[in-house]
């Protein structure tokens, strides 16, 4: 079968929207296979917070880019964009359409745009920088780079000591490099679908999530991952919820507190995610109700922008 009638289907949204759930059943309707589009997924272990497919899920339908590397292991967008390449050319080689789905912009658009010119990381700099206060490095970011300071969270240590590296190694502000995409993007002609819910929806949908997520044992698993290492690994320790619960495990506050901090940070990050989509991505955007699950290639409304009409009616606050 040529391989151009298996053009790839991309989900894209923010967390908790249901794009898991749409991907598993589009899947099956077209014989697709899934490939992960989560920069945490990808770590072994990190699974009750990660939300990651279920092994009946994994049975029905072959996902890819899950389980990827070991807790002492790193991963970053140049891999993604390597492995899902190879991902792609083995599912369409058996006559199956790839369906990328996932969060995590950054790797949906180094794979579809190309990778940035940023330079390799310097182990000297890189050490300079992580012995540093948060505090002191965010301050260095404000001054040196505002638009980044603006933009990044700055709650996240290994993205702001990601930037202070690149500034200091090309002495050319981050978000000016970020800006400057390479020239190899994917030839690809596949849809780029949006997931997307009413406010209200989503944020209840996001308070069940992260509560579901410590009934099925978060906190165990968490001290699991922490004697295997879990601490080491500055890229996976910043994991949404698992964080948290480090910090909960070390006596920094209760499990009532850390469960509706979770919560908070989840809204955050996908209000984050809707804005970075919405601005950095021409992505056909459909807003979902309920537990229904809409036939995909008939019900997308997109205006000249490649944006739903109902896309400005799903802001988180």
Known sequence: METTTLRPIFLAGPTAAGKSRIALDLALRVGGEIISVDSMQVYR???????????EERQRVRHHLIDVVDLDGSFDAAQFVRLAGEAVKDIQS???????????????????????ETPASDPKIRAQLEGAPLEELLEELARRDPATFESIDRRNPRRVIRALEVIRLTGRSFSEQRARWGTAPQET????IGVARPAGELVERIHRRVDEMFRRGL??????????????????L?????????????????????IE????????????????F????????ITLTGETVPDWFSCSETDTA????????NRID
């Open 278 to 285: 919405r601005r950095q991505m021409r992505l056909e955007w």
């Open 94 to 116: 058996r006559g199956r359409t790839p369906i990328f789905c996932g969060g995590t912009g950054l790797y949906f658009k180094a794979y579809l745009e190309g990778l940035g």
């Open 306 to 313: 490649g944006r739903s009409r109902s896309a400005d009616r």
């Open 238 to 258: 910043q994991a949404l919820g698992y964080r948290q619960v480090v910090e909960h495990l070390h006596g920094e506050r209760g499990l009532a507190e850390t």
């Open 261 to 276: 901090l979770v919560r908070i940070r989840t809204r955050q990050f996908a209000k984050r995610q809707l804005t970075w």
């Open 45 to 55: 272990g990190l699974d009750i917070g990660t939300a990651k497919p279920t092994a």
């Open 189 to 192: 002609n596949g849809r780029l």
């Open 219 to 236: 906190v165990a698993e968490t001290e699991s991952l922490l004697q295997r290492g879990l601490e080491r690994n500055p890229t996976a």
